[in-house]
T-cell receptor, first 114, second 111 residues
Framework: DTEVTQTPKHLVMGMTNKKSLKCEQH?????MYWYKQKAKKPPELMFV???????INESVPSRFSPECPNSSLLNLHLHALQPEDSALYLC?????????????FGPGTRLTVT | GEDVEQSLFLSVREGDSSVINCTYT??????LYWYKQEPGAGLQLLTY?????DMKQDQRLTVLLNKKDKHLSLRIADTQTGDSAIYFC???????????FGTGTRLKVLA
């Protein structure tokens, strides 16, 4: 089983709302990732969690707040977003965060900020 | 620049072979990957190749690697309409976790 699940599939939120994106994997992977993907562009890395600890923040604005409650779950908390934050948000996981371990992606959450 | 380059668009007839090309940036990259993304979906890992290999075959997929030219290609044999999607190559730099994705190639298969 190489499945990464994400909820919700679609999300529309206003600039003053607070919402959360959820990601789950049951492959025993110890690294989990958040990516942002704009239309017709490749994914851009946002955060990396390794063994439930935040190891990389790619200079992401503080209105995006990641959380890893346990080794299977990854959340992305959203607050005071801007319309330009509208994008597909992808979660991925890999056995470890070292090179050579392939990343498996979820289906994404399509976020629209109004 | 430092972009991983791919041609934007490729159109082939059903049953023909497709070849998607990628020029990557770092000759020390140790793993190179191919992902497929269908409309509105996430990325599906298709295959990968380690840098000490020249070729890898997996059913209808053949990956060729030319390290000297930093050129990677994905050949899809007997292309089907279900192969229509965007294809991304990605390189993993030696010693880091980080993927550098290519710009993506949209493959359209004509029936």
């Amino acid at each position: 089983d190489t499945e990464v699940t994400q909820t919700p599939k679609h999300l529309v939120m206003g600039m003053t709302n607070k919402k959360s994106l959820k990601c789950e994997q049951h492959m025993g992977h110890r690294a989990m990732y958040w990516y942002k993907q704009k239309a017709k562009k490749p994914p851009e890395l946002m955060f990396v969690y390794s063994y439930e600890k935040l190891s990389i923040n790619e200079s992401v604005p503080s209105r995006f707040s990641p959380e890893c409650p346990n080794s299977s779950l990854l959340n992305l908390h959203l607050h005071a977003l801007q319309p330009e934050d509208s994008a597909l948000y992808l979660c991925a996981s890999s056995q470890d965060h070292q090179e050579g371990y392939e990343q498996y992606f979820g289906p994404g959450t399509r976020l629209t900020v109004t | 620049g430092e972009d991983v380059e791919q041609s934007l668009f490729l159109s082939v007839r059903e049953g023909d072979s497709s070849v998607i090309n990628c020029t990557y940036t770092d000759s020390s990259s140790t793993y190179l990957y191919w992902y497929k993304q269908e409309p509105g979906a996430g990325l599906q890992l298709l295959t990968y190749i380690f840098s000490n290999m020249d070729m890898k075959q997996d059913q209808r997929l053949t990956v060729l690697l030319n390290k000297k030219d930093k050129h990677l290609s994905l050949r899809i044999a007997d292309t089907q309409t279900g192969d229509s999607a965007i294809y991304f190559c990605a390189e993993a730099h030696s010693g880091t976790y980080k993927y550098i994705f290519g710009t993506g190639t949209r493959l359209k298969v004509l029936a």
